[in-house]
């Protein structure tokens, strides 16, 4: 397995638009390697999520774990979950905002809204279909990580831009403001 190079913000390949799998391509020796390399290199970098275009390749995967990550305490636990053609069928109305970050926009945190439940369509890794219902956490995982598979980062859909921060200035001026779950 090898830990692969995260592109940053700015990079076109994060605004690119992704090509779907099919479940030929899923099982193929070069796609199970990319998936086990995102899922190293999530685990490297200690995100909750991964998605393809983060790592230069425009595909509809994603990778999403949370066990007691560093970059999000306090947070509940999310079992590894690979996702391939993700689509969200279904959205809550309630809304939360909630802090987000990226591996591909380093340092930054923002205030983001996000549907509190989603419904999930997609493939797994050997191209079995699976359908998820998420809340809280993986709710805003899913749709942050699904968002980068159609080109949309998480700054795009801060409310208000004067929460936009520095990891360090958000801990030091408004991490007392962030509800523990
Ligand atoms: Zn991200």
């Known amino acids: 397995m090898s830990i692969l190079k995260i592109a940053q913000l700015g990079n076109p390949v994060l605004r690119q638009e992704t090509s779907s799998l099919s479940s030929k391509d899923i099982m193929t020796p070069y796609v199970q390697k990319l998936i086990d390399d995102m899922v190293e290199t999530m685990r490297e970098y200690e995100g909750v999520g991964l998605a393809a275009p983060q790592i230069h390749e425009p595909r509809q995967i994603t990778v999403i774990e949370s066990a007691g990550s560093v970059r999000y305490p306090n947070t509940m636990n999310i079992p590894l979950t690979v996702l391939i053609n993700p689509v969200i069928t279904w959205y809550s109305e ?21 549907s509190t439940s989603v419904r999930v369509s997609a493939m797994d890794r050997k ?21 980068h598979l159609n080109g949309t980062v998480f700054i795009d859909r801060i409310k208000d831009l004067k929460t936009l921060s520095f990891f360090s200035e958000y801990e030091r001026y408004w991490v007392k403001d962030v509800k523990e779950k």
Do not use: M
């Not at 309630?94 to 996000?114: M, N, Q, T």
């Not at 191209?127 to 968002?147: C, M, R, Y």
């Open 127 to 147: 191209g079995k279909s699976v359908s998820i219902n998420a809340t809280g956490f993986f709710a805003v995982v899913l749709q942050h990580e699904i968002d």
């Open 94 to 114: 309630e809304k939360a905002d909630g802090w987000e970050g990226c591996l591909s926009i380093e340092d930054f945190r923002g205030l983001v809204p996000r």
